[in-house]
C-alpha cells in the first residue's frame, strides 16, 4: 500500500470515527439528562462523557480536512492529536474509533509516510 493509498484510508477512518463519535455523544447526553432526572442529578455526573466525545468528532473532522486538502502545516500533529484522542474515546464504549486511532497512529509511525508528509510540506 503506497502513502497516498494509506492517507485516503485514514481519512476514511477519520470521517467514520466523526460519525460515530456524534452518535455516541448524542447517547450519552440523553443518558446523562434522563439519568439525571431519574437518580435526582447523580446521573449528571456522567456528563463529562459527552464532552470526550464531541471533542474527539471536532478533532476527526480537522483531521479530516487536513488529509483531505494537504495544503495546510502542522497536519502530522493534527492527525496525530486526532488519533490519541480516538483512543481516549473507549471510555465512552466507544470501540471503533479507539481501534481506528490505533491504527492511525501505526499508519502515522510508517517512516515513508512522514517522508511523503515531509515531502508534500505539510508536516
Same mark, same amino acid.
Do not use: H
Given at each position: 500500500?503506497?502513502?497516498?493509498?494509506?492517507?485516503?484510508?485514514?481519512? $476514511?477512518?477519520?470521517?467514520?470515527?466523526?460519525?460515530?463519535?456524534?452518535?455516541?455523544?448524542?447517547?450519552?447526553?440523553?443518558?446523562?439528562?434522563?439519568?439525571?432526572?431519574?437518580?435526582?442529578? $447523580? +446521573?449528571?455526573?456522567?456528563?463529562?462523557?459527552?464532552?470526550?466525545?464531541?471533542?474527539?468528532?471536532?478533532?476527526?473532522?480537522?483531521?479530516?480536512?487536513?488529509?483531505?486538502?494537504?495544503?495546510?502545516? +502542522?497536519?502530522?500533529?493534527?492527525?496525530?492529536?486526532?488519533?490519541?484522542?480516538? $483512543?481516549?474515546? $473507549?471510555?465512552?464504549?466507544?470501540?471503533?474509533?479507539?481501534?481506528?486511532?490505533?491504527?492511525?497512529?501505526?499508519?502515522?509511525?510508517?517512516?515513508?509516510?512522514?517522508?511523503?508528509?515531509?515531502?508534500?510540506?505539510?508536516?
Amino acid at each position: 500500500m503506497n502513502n497516498n493509498e494509506q492517507l485516503n484510508l485514514l481519512k $476514511i477512518f477519520f470521517l467514520i470515527s466523526a460519525i460515530l463519535n456524534i452518535l455516541f455523544g448524542i447517547t450519552w447526553v440523553i443518558y446523562t439528562i434522563v439519568g439525571g432526572i431519574i437518580s435526582c442529578g $447523580i +446521573g449528571c455526573l456522567f456528563g463529562i462523557f459527552p464532552v470526550v466525545n464531541i471533542i474527539a468528532c471536532v478533532m476527526d473532522f480537522v483531521a479530516y480536512n487536513k488529509i483531505n486538502n494537504q495544503n495546510k502545516t +502542522g497536519t502530522y500533529s493534527s492527525i496525530q492529536f486526532a488519533a490519541i484522542f480516538d $483512543i481516549i474515546t $473507549i471510555i465512552t464504549g466507544n470501540i471503533v474509533s479507539m481501534v481506528f486511532g490505533v491504527i492511525g497512529l501505526v499508519f502515522l509511525t510508517n517512516p515513508e509516510v512522514r517522508a511523503y508528509l515531509q515531502q508534500k510540506g505539510i508536516y
